[in-house]
């Protein structure tokens, strides 16, 4: 089974706090992603890589930057958090199968960030 | 207007009724994901389609290509089924993954 871990299920900071959150994946797959998930809005997409130390970014990449040394490991961080950030973040991975247009995503469980 | 537009956005039903949501989407794709999030905030993918229909249980998943619509229906409804499904279309480049808001189902016994 795929495991995509996050390091930290709840998180409260305060603003203007830099901040880390970690996802790790353990099936060698060559993308990895960072979502925000807000009520009424669905996912949407911050950040992306496809390969390690390579990224694209992703609808609202503002006030966020990503980290890919290795592989398996997909950091996202918040420069200074603001209060507009609290949000549920949610990593996903995936491989390239048949094409990459069909690609699954295999997501984290999620951390809920709350920024003060 | 949303590129992924989903109904109901909530809906609650008896234990054993037929369930229904759908998803209508305005843009090419080449793949459309159903997707169940459970309240603990974990995501999984229920399908992938992109043509015709597809069953897993008492999951069963279509997309017209044509209408850009797709349905998620399930069969004999259950309390464990209450969750979120989220309809999400695949265009063609890497990232390119747009979600519904998703649909909030409560099955009650």
């Known amino acids: 089974d795929v495991k995509v871990t996050q390091s930290s299920r709840y998180l409260v900071k305060r603003t203007g706090e830099k901040v880390f959150l970690e996802c790790v994946q353990d099936?060698?797959?060559?993308?990895m992603f960072w979502y925000r998930q807000d009520p009424g809005l669905g996912l949407r997409l911050i950040y992306f890589?496809?390969?390690?130390?390579?990224?694209e970014k992703g609808d609202i990449p503002e006030g966020y930057s990503v980290s890919r040394e290795k592989k398996e490991r997909f950091s996202l961080i918040l420069e200074s958090a603001s209060t507009n950030q609290t949000s549920m973040y949610l990593c996903?991975?995936?491989?390239?199968?048949?094409?990459?247009?069909?690609?699954?995503?295999?997501f984290g469980p999620g951390t809920r960030l709350l920024v003060l | 207007k949303n590129e992924v537009e989903q109904s109901p956005q909530n809906l609650t039903a008896q234990e054993g009724e037929f369930i229904t949501i759908n998803c209508s989407y305005s843009?090419?794709?080449?793949?459309l994901h159903w997707l169940q999030q459970h309240p603990g905030g974990g995501i999984v993918s229920l399908f992938m389609?992109?043509?015709g229909k597809k069953k897993h249980g008492r999951l069963i998943a279509t997309i017209n290509i044509q209408e850009k619509h797709s349905s998620l229906h399930i069969t004999a409804s259950h309390p464990r089924d209450s969750a979120v499904y989220i309809c999400?279309?695949?265009?063609?480049?890497?990232?390119?993954?747009?979600f519904g808001a998703g649909t909030r189902l409560t099955v009650k016994p």
């Open positions: 996903a991975s995936s491989y390239v199968s048949g094409g990459q247009s069909l690609e699954t995503q295999y």
């Open positions: 843009v090419g794709i080449s793949a």
């Open positions: 890589s496809y390969d390690v130390k390579m990224k």
């Open positions: 999400a279309v695949r265009g063609g480049g890497r990232g390119d993954m747009r």
């Open positions: 099936m060698d797959h060559e993308n």
């Open positions: 389609l992109s043509s």
